[in-house]
C-alpha cells in the first residue's frame, strides 16, 4: 500500500520560503512519478509541479513557475518542494501525490495516491 506523508508548511510572511517535504513507502519510488497539488479554500484542487521518476524532467503551473523547485532523493524515497518568493495567493493546504501507473514522462495527471496535506499560509 503507497503511503505519502507530507511535512514543512506552516505560517510564513509574504516573500519568505518554505520547503515541503513528503516521504514515500509502498512501491519501488525511482520508478514513479510524483507532483505537488495544492487546495486553496473553496477552489479546486490544482497542480503546482511534477517530476519524473529519475528526477531529470520537471513541469510546474504556470503560476510557481520561476519561484518553486520539485526535486527527489530516490534512495530516501523523498519528494520535495522548495517554495521561493511566497505570496498570498499560495495559501492552500499542499498535497503530495503519486502517480498510479509507473513509469511515463506525464506529470500533470494520473495521479492516484495522496498524502494527507500540509498547510501553507503566507501572510501579506
Partial sequence: QVQL??????????????????????????????????????????????????????????????????SRDNPKNMVYLQMNSLKPEDTAVYYCAQRVVSGGLVLRSGYGYWGQGTQVTVSS
Fill in 5 to 70: 506523508e507530507e511535512s514543512g508548511g506552516g505560517l510564513v510572511q509574504a516573500g519568505g520560503s518554505l520547503r515541503l517535504s513528503c516521504a514515500a513507502s509502498g512501491r519501488t519510488f525511482s520508478s514513479n512519478v510524483m507532483g505537488w497539488f495544492r487546495q486553496a479554500p473553496g477552489k479546486e484542487r490544482e497542480f503546482v509541479a511534477g517530476i519524473s521518476g529519475s528526477g531529470l524532467i520537471t513541469d510546474y503551473s504556470a503560476s510557481v513557475k520561476g519561484r518553486f523547485t520539485i
